[in-house]
């Protein structure tokens, strides 16, 4: 039998809540003082997920930079899988809010969507 | 000179919604001057998500939040000048601002917004006498630095200050690859919300050490390391304690202050705990027809709050042009209340309260001085308890509210002063 401790972020109290795992899975939950921080520690032992957001080079922008995020949480343990890709792309301006630049990424189904729109460079030179 | 009814100064979160605000209570001519070159401020850079879970029931990134109001702007054809910065405000409201394309020049205004945001404390916070290698930047520029300009500050990094931005950029600069050693944090708790904490740290193994602060920094051209001890209770750093840490990069995080040299040219009175202007409860600083809101005129952890207290500038303004149009009388009878924070309340937003100008209910904000568990919010009315209420917890980095009732302040006989105070149980 293993524990794990989580720290519960559903309000400012922030409880650690102590999880007894075995190989049937979570046994017993301590350490909460409300609920919501049952749910929490469940989620964060069994499928700890996180919302990625980062930054794509863009070539002939008006920004050398768009900033992206995965459209949904993906798996934490892809979160560094996830940035090797973010980092090795590059798109080409004008990009807008909410386009996709990187489909199923690091093999999560989810894709990287921009965030922010980035005009190409000579519409605001002209 | 040029005439518009509400000057906007500054168009971040805040400076956008007062603006849409005073357009949809009836204002035609609203200006917003921004010295950026896109409006939406400090969101810009902020490109993690977390924003707007109040407002909108979702989480949006920092960019995505600023568009939604940007959008809005656009769509009411509300006037806005970019790079425009403003120089100076008169009290009679002449707005003096330079840019490249109309030179300097006046703007007369009939109410003026303030919503010029904060900037960073800085270096002043390195209680270090002696030389300055490079190497060393505040949060919020490193922030801009990598998510706008596209520039790495560093690979090896220590953090001072546990504020919300160094939090985000561990994270950040972790997943692009540089790795950060420790976070040292001068207070015994930490002044970044907790889910930074856990997801910017923890979820990274980054160690977030309390009650130490630098002592040293190392490094004659570039900084090469610094030396973190821990302080005892007088803040006093224990010399067996020191560590050294190698870095090239040192990131300072140790807060932020509203940005007023504006309003204090122009006469504003200033608290001294907020660095904000000095407000009544329709957000009207002690220059009258002058409005304040967003961080600007007291630090938000949220930008959801900012965003609610600049709607409710920027209708107090419309409110206040269109008294001055009708040229009826702006005075009010009844005088105003002072709302006193005593024991454990660091400040409050607002100062003062009219009743009869107020709503029927006006939100107070407020910032403790401590960590609070099982404590009570208590609010008197000269000597009579109105409300306790009991909180789980309060802590300095999260901002509190509690909601007065105009009722209850008008249904008490000669009213002198509204006591806001936390009682431990
Ligand atoms: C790093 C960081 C992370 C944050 N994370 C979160 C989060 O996860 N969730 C959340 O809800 N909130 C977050 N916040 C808080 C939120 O961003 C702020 O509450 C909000 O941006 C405040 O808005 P504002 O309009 O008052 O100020 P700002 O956004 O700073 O806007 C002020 C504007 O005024 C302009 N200005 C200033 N002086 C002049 C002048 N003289 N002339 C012309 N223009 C001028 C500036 O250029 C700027 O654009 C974060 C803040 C920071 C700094
Ligand atoms: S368990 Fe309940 S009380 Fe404790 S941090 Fe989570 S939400 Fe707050």
């Known amino acids: 039998m293993e524990i794990k401790e989580v720290i519960c972020i559903s309000c400012p109290l922030g409880c650690v809540v102590k999880v007894e795992i075995d190989d049937g899975g979570i046994k017993n939950i301590t350490g909460y003082s409300c609920k919501r921080g049952i749910t929490y520690a469940q989620k964060e032992i069994t499928n700890p997920v996180r919302i990625v957001t980062s930054t794509i080079k863009v070539d002939g922008g008006e920004k050398p930079l768009v900033s992206v995020k995965t459209k949904q949480s993906i798996p934490k343990n892809k979160i560094f899988d996830c940035m090797d890709e973010i980092r090795r792309m590059v798109v080409k301006a004008p990009v807008e809010a909410g386009d996709i630049i990187i489909e199923n990424v690091a093999g999560t189904g989810v894709d990287v969507v921009a965030t922010k729109e980035v005009q190409p460079a000579f519409l605001i030179n002209q | ?425």
Request: aromatic residues 6%.
């Open chain 2, 1 to 425: 000179m040029e005439t518009y009814e509400v000057i906007v100064i500054g168009g971040g979160p805040a400076g956008l919604a007062a603006a849409v605000s005073a357009r949809e209570h009836g204002i035609d001519r609203v200006l917003i001057l921004e010295r950026d070159k896109e409006l939406g401020g400090i969101l810009n850079q902020c490109i993690h998500n977390g924003f707007g879970l109040q407002i909108f029931k979702e989480e949006l990134t920092g960019p995505e939040y600023a568009k939604r109001f940007i959008d809005k702007v656009e769509e009411l054809k509300i006037e806005y000048k970019l790079n425009t910065m403003v120089l100076n405000i008169s009290e009679g409201k002449v707005v003096t601002a330079v840019n490249r394309d109309d030179g300097l020049f006046e703007l007369q205004a009939k109410a003026v917004i303030l919503a010029m945001g904060c900037r960073e404390r800085s270096r002043g916070a390195l209680n270090i006498p002696g030389y300055r290698p490079a190497g060393i930047f505040s949060a919020g520029t490193a922030q801009r630095l990598v998510n706008i300009e596209n520039y790495m500050p560093g690979n090896e990094v220590v953090i001072l200050g546990s504020g919300d931005i160094g939090l985000i950029m561990a994270r950040r600069m972790t997943l692009e690859g540089a790795k950060v050693k420790v976070v040292a944090e001068l207070l015994p708790y930490s002044g970044g919300l907790k889910r930074n904490i856990v997801q910017c740290l923890n979820d990274y193994d980054i160690p977030l050490k309390l009650s130490h602060t630098v002592v040293d920094i190392h490094g004659k051209e570039r900084i090469s390391g610094v030396t973190i001890a821990r302080v005892d209770d007088k803040g006093k750093p224990i010399k067996s304690t020191e560590e050294y840490y190698s870095c090239d990069t040192l990131m300072l995080s140790v807060g932020l202050i509203p940005e007023n040299e504006l309003s204090r040219e122009m006469g504003v009175d200033i608290n001294p705990v907020t660095n904000g202007p000095r407000v009544n409860e329709s957000l009207e600083t002690s220059v009258e027809g002058v409005f304040a809101c967003g961080n600007v005129l007291h630090v938000h952890d949220l930008v959801d709050y900012a965003t609610l207290e600049a709607q409710n500038a920027g209708r107090n303004a419309a409110e206040y042009v269109n008294k001055y149009n009708d040229n009826s009388s702006k005075a009010v009878d009844g005088a105003e209340i002072n709302i006193i924070a005593k024991n454990g309340i660091r400040y409050t937003v607002p100062e003062k309260i009219n009743i009869n100008r107020m709503d029927e209910s006006v939100i107070v904000r407020f910032r403790v001085t401590d960590i609070f568990k099982n404590a009570y919010v208590v609010v008197f009315l000269d000597g009579e308890r109105i409300i306790r209420k009991k909180r789980l917890i309060m802590v300095p980095s999260e901002m509190e509210e509690i909601r007065l009732e105009k009722a209850k302040l008008a249904a008490h006989d000669q009213l002198r002063t509204v006591t806001i105070e936390v009682e431990k149980e």
